[in-house]
């Protein structure tokens, strides 16, 4: 039983923000990847941003370089994606995701075998 929990979307105005949180605390798999990835209608799930357990290496979609972050918290169960000068186009489903490759794939959609059921954002 996969347990990976997303929190934190929902409704924002162009250039507000968002934090998204994972709760991994019962996640039981050894993924040394771990993501955000989103997928809006009609379009394909995306990599926005990837982190590397060991190391911290972290990777960005090219649309959201600059605007969105990707961290872990001290005790690495829970990982957050802080979503700034948020636009339109970010409005998808967001899910955290784990995956088990080495840090050069965690930015690969195909890495991810473990999804949380996803969190809604929408910009207006």
């Known amino acids: 039983d996969v347990q990976l929990v997303e929190s934190g979307g929902g409704p924002v105005q162009a250039g507000g923000s968002l934090r998204l949180t994972c709760d991994a605390s019962r996640y039981t798999y050894s993924s040394n990847c771990m993501g955000w990835l989103r997928q809006a209608p009609g379009q394909e799930r995306e990599v926005v941003a990837s982190?590397?357990?060991?190391?911290?290496?972290?990777h960005y979609a090219d649309s959201v370089k600059g605007r969105f972050t990707i961290a872990q918290g001290r005790s690495k169960d829970t990982i957050y994606l802080e979503m700034n000068s948020l636009k339109p186009e970010d409005t998808a489903i967001y899910y955290c995701?784990?995956?088990?490759?080495?840090?050069?794939?965690?930015?690969?959609?195909?890495?991810?075998?473990?999804w949380g059921q996803g969190t809604q954002v929408t910009v207006s």
């Open positions: 982190i590397y357990a060991y190391g911290g290496g972290t």
């Open positions: 995701a784990g995956g088990r490759a080495g840090s050069w794939a965690c930015d690969t959609n195909s890495t991810y075998n473990h």
